[in-house]
């Protein structure tokens, strides 16, 4: 699978964006998908997960109450939408692609067999 992020850039504080990432190459709906975020001198942090079928979603603890995790196997898309942004939600955010059944390790880098490059969100106080 080959993944394309895209919708990062500089947002103020308490603003909103929308993440999107754009699968191809494998059959889009037999992968779980995920989002990681990863700023410098940190480890790569598990933000959000959906299942292959979009029937439910995990969030990291930043993450809930405050972002959203969306996909459209239709159209091999998947999205995050963060509101109330803040400060330390500045990163890069990769989505990542699992193969379907481990949604228990959905949390960690290891389960993911493909990764986008990365979209910079930038949030300024």
């Known amino acids: 699978v080959q993944l394309q992020a895209s919708g990062g850039g500089l947002v103020q504080a308490g603003g909103s964006l929308r993440l999107s990432c754009a699968a191809s190459?494998?059959?889009?709906?037999?992968?779980?998908m995920g989002w990681f975020r990863q700023s410098p001198g940190k480890e790569r942090e598990f933000v959000a997960a959906?299942?292959?079928?979009?029937?439910?979603?995990n969030y990291g603890e930043s993450a809930k109450g405050r972002f959203t995790i969306s996909r459209d196997n239709a159209n091999d898309m998947v999205c995050l939408i963060m509101n109330y942004l803040k400060p330390e939600d500045t990163a890069v955010y990769y989505c990542?692609?699992?193969?379907?059944?481990?949604?228990?390790?959905?949390?960690?880098?290891?389960?993911?067999?493909?990764w986008g490059q990365g979209t910079l969100v930038t949030v300024s106080s």
């Open positions: 959906i299942t292959s079928s979009g029937g439910t979603s």
């Open positions: 990542a692609a699992a193969r379907e059944g481990r949604w228990s390790l959905m949390a960690k880098t290891e389960t993911y067999s493909y």
């Open positions: 190459g494998r059959t889009f709906s037999n992968y779980n």
